[in-house]
């Protein structure tokens, strides 16, 4: 494109435009381009006739330059110019011999011009924010903060005159930007609009270039208004298209177009997109908690769907009994789901004990919320005494909010008028889909939070073994006909280590003392894979079984290819499709490992990659948008620096944390990042992490850690108000006990289950039409924000713990008590500030 050419040659354009009215210009032009293609120096050639044109164009630098404007004659019409502008005026006019277009951009651009000092105070501000500490200044990524609109927004400043009321004189202004139905204005603070409030509109600016027909000016619709500077405030309007001005509306709209690379086109909302986007994508795969949503029928509450990832999909699998038929239909009753709907807060939270019993073959489930075992204090101790002795037993977390069905469709922030496939891409759920979700209520996070030292101590509590029987009251029976939970798999990225490839061959199973089976392959990759049956096998998930790879033991004499150890890690309902990874028996070599990766890298080009069909199209998506609406949690993102790595960046979604507040507490109005120094203890994240996620991959189970917070609601700087300790999950609390004990005299005290999970490659596929529409007009930023994304090392999810951990360690509990009170304070006060 041609503006692309005259961007990439601006230095030389300056040098050349120095040189015009030059009597010898036409030979130093060609000495200076003479090392450019043909086209390319056409190109320069007629900017420079552009520059050289005479104009009449009337210059009115009133309100635009901080010198004192006054009166100036040329040529019989009069300007208004402060005295550094006559002077570049005069100078110019001299050195070109007219008032040519390059006199008019040069006097536009003195040092003292409005425009040009904020373009350089924001790129000052910008060379500040990339020198600022990352250990002290976090950005903060507001989940689902980005919006999507429905046109281009072009940067473009023209003076326009505002009436504000009618009986009082019109108001020099400028704008900020503009598309076909809105605008953003400078208007002065003194100048006090609301909301709603209407304005009549003329633009000034493009009136003096051209027949616009527009003398009774345009209504606007204050919608915002954002504190700009000390003298300006940036107030956002809508068109309300009052007036029928079809030959505007075209010509605007033929105008922003045909000038968006010369003005730039607006790319705060896209870039501000991508950016949640990007850290949404890393956080949603590596939460450890499980996605359950809860629909209502009939007055009725019930979990319909699980949405899974690699790192949750345990916490579903516990909760399945020896037919795999999940049992959280009877554990999260309607009974249960409608007490958590009386609490008061936007988040509803409980505790939820669980235990299984294994009887003639079959599981059973016991399970108790904190607030029923308050109900039954008799049983309390038998229920935690009993449970906790099994290795079944289990302790989470359960956090309840809306969610609505609406919050699954969320566009591109790309405007429709960006390109014709927005608004193909821009689809609404399917009516398959829409089926699924429309009856969704709630939203519920079930997070394993269980603590060795707490189960310990539930270990000891004292309870009448005769009395055992009473535990019925918590016990789940079997459902003759248990109702479906769709389990959803979390759609991202493929991270698997080792990609699929199709292939059928001819294969032999052989069953621990059940015999043998015939089967097919239906595709491989090194470390396992998928085998089709004629006939049900019976096994289940977790079997071991041993495999004969019969066709392929034919054509290599190099590996055994017999008697291979294989893990059953999934069986179709009809059990004839099983899936199954490599098992190895200690560091012994498993020869089918070594024989595949030969065989697939000898074979690349014949070989088909197997590429996963999602069972509803859509629906993961969806699901996918309803959690992001939905954060509870704090996300922290771990970022890799020169020789270690550091918090690179904070999330936010629609409810704040405890943590959240702490931080915000310290944070000014108007910032956009936070002091996340303090969340750990010093060195952890530069020095233990770093280490220990050098020694594992992405496919290991996150890290767990233990945090511990005290805050000193009477300190104002953050360093001296927040102190942290962290220990890995499993170490005992004992070591902590006179910080434990400080805290809870004096101060507030927070504890933190912390799951930390070394990522992968970021999805860039999640975020390709943003980026190649930021990569159009400023292929610089999405590159910053691509690199800024491939930096990402690792995921923490922060779930407080404070209720769980204090109220059941053998602690003094009057301590405690009085700790919650002051705690309680401090989150009214916060409220209400």
């Not at 601006?10 to 015009?20: G, P, T, V």
């Not at 016991?366 to 008799?378: G, I, M, P, R």
Request: aromatic share 10%; hydrophobic share 35%; net charge neutral.
């Amino acid at each position: 494109m041609p503006e692309d050419k005259l961007q990439q040659y601006q230095s030389l354009i300056d040098e050349l435009k120095a040189d015009l009215g030059d009597p010898a210009f036409e030979r130093i032009f060609k000495q200076k381009t003479a090392k450019l293609s043909k086209p390319d120096q056409f190109l320069l050639k007629m900017e420079m006739t552009r520059l050289s044109q005479p104009i009449a164009r009337f210059i009115d630098l009133r309100g635009q330059v901080a010198g004192e404007v006054k009166p100036y004659e040329y040529q019989g019409k009069q300007h208004f110019m402060d005295d550094i502008a006559i002077e570049v005026f005069e100078r110019e006019v001299a050195r070109l011999g007219g008032y040519t277009l390059a006199v008019y951009e040069a006097v536009m651009s003195t040092e003292n011009n409005f425009k040009v000092m904020q373009r350089n105070a924001v790129e000052k501000a910008e060379k500040v924010e990339q020198e600022k500490d990352h250990h002290n200044y976090t950005p903060l990524i507001r989940f689902a903060s980005y919006e999507c609109r429905s046109e281009e927004r072009m940067n473009y400043s023209i003076k326009i005159s505002v009436e504000v009321n009618s009986n009082e004189p019109r108001i020099a202004a400028t704008t900020s930007d503009i598309s076909l139905s809105g605008a953003k204005i400078k208007l002065p603070v003194a100048i006090k609009v609301e909301p709603g409030k209407l304005l009549n509109i003329r633009l000034v600016g493009l009136e003096q270039d051209f027949e616009l027909g527009l003398k009774e000016g345009i209504q606007y619709e204050v919608v915002a208004v954002e504190q700009g500077t000390v003298e300006y405030n940036q107030v956002r309007l809508k068109r309300t298209f009052i007036e029928h001005k079809p030959g505007f509306d075209e010509f605007l709209n033929s105008f922003i177009h045909g000038n968006k690379r010369r003005y730039k086109i607006n790319l705060d909302n896209t870039l501000d997109a991508v950016v949640c986007k990007g850290y949404e994508q890393y956080y949603l795969p590596r939460v450890s908690s499980l996605f359950m949503f809860v629909s209502e029928r009939k007055n009725h509450l019930y979990p319909s769907m699980v949405l899974t990832n690699e790192n949750n999909a345990y916490v579903n699998y516990y909760f399945e009994d020896e037919q795999k038929s999940s049992s959280l239909y009877q554990i999260f009753s309607s009974k249960r789901l409608r007490y958590l709907q009386t609490q008061k807060s936007a988040v509803k939270e409980a505790y939820c004990y669980v235990f299984t019993h294994s009887s003639k073959g079959k599981i059973y489930f016991y399970s108790a919320f904190d607030h029923e075992l308050k109900e039954h204090a008799q049983l309390r101790d038998l229920f935690l005494g009993f449970g906790s002795k099994k290795d079944s037993w289990r302790v989470f977390k359960i956090q309840m909010m809306p969610s609505h069905h609406e919050d699954a469709y969320i566009p591109l922030s790309l405007p429709t008028s960006a390109g014709k496939n927005v608004e193909k891409l821009n689809k609404k759920p399917t009516p398959r889909v829409q089926g699924f979700i429309q009856d969704v209520k709630h939203l519920l996070l079930v997070t394993e939070v269980s603590q060795p030292d707490i189960t310990e101590h539930f270990q000891t509590l004292q309870f009448d073994q005769a009395l055992v029987n009473k535990l019925k009251l918590f016990g789940h029976g079997k459902s003759a006909t248990p109702p479906p939970l769709e389990v959803v798999s979390l759609e991202y990225v493929n991270l698997r280590a080792h990609k699929r490839y199709l292939y059928k061959t001819h294969v032999a199973i052989h069953i621990d003392g059940k015999g043998s089976v015939q089967g097919v392959t239906r595709d491989f990759s090194v470390m396992g894979m998928q085998v089709e049956c004629p006939q049900p096998l019976p096994i289940a998930k977790g079997d071991y079984i041993h495999v004969d790879l019969l066709d392929l033991q034919r054509i290599t004499k190099s590996y055994d290819l017999t008697k291979l150890r294989y893990e059953v890690m999934a069986v179709n309902k009809a059990k004839t499709i099983i899936n199954l990874k490599v098992a190895k028996i200690g560091d012994l070599d498993h020869s089918a490992v070594h024989f595949f990766r030969v065989l697939i890298e000898n074979n690349k080009n014949k070989l088909v990659a197997c590429d996963e069909a999602p069972k509803i199209p859509g629906l993961s998506l969806a699901l996918r948008n309803m959690v992001t609406k939905s954060v509870c949690q704090f996300p922290l993102y771990l970022q890799k620096e020169t020789s270690h790595n550091a918090v690179g960046a904070i999330g936010q979604g629609l409810y704040p944390t405890s943590l959240h507040k702490i931080l915000h507490s310290f944070r000014e109005d108007g910032q956009d990042h936070i002091d996340a120094k303090a969340v750990f203890p010093d060195r952890f994240i530069e020095e233990t992490l770093t280490e220990t996620l050098k020694s594992i991959s992405r496919q290991d189970k996150p890290l767990r850690y233990t945090l511990f917070i005290r805050f000193n609601t009477s300190k104002h700087k953050q360093h001296e108000a927040m102190k942290a300790e962290c220990i890995p999950a499993g170490n005992s609390f004992k070591e902590l006990h006179l910080f434990l004990k400080n805290a809870l005299r004096k101060e507030l005290l927070f504890v933190y289950d912390v799951y930390i999970s070394k990522t992968g490659r970021p999805d860039m596929d999640y975020l390709a039409n943003e980026l190649r529409y930021i990569s159009h007009y400023a292929i610089h930023k999405a590159k910053d924000l691509e690199e800024a994304l491939w930096s990402v090392t690792g995921v923490c999810d922060l779930i407080d713990i404070s209720e769980f951990v204090l109220e059941n360690l053998p602690i003094d509990q009057q301590l405690v008590a009085m700790m919650q009170e002051r705690k309680k304070e401090w989150q009214k006060k916060i409220v209400s500030n």
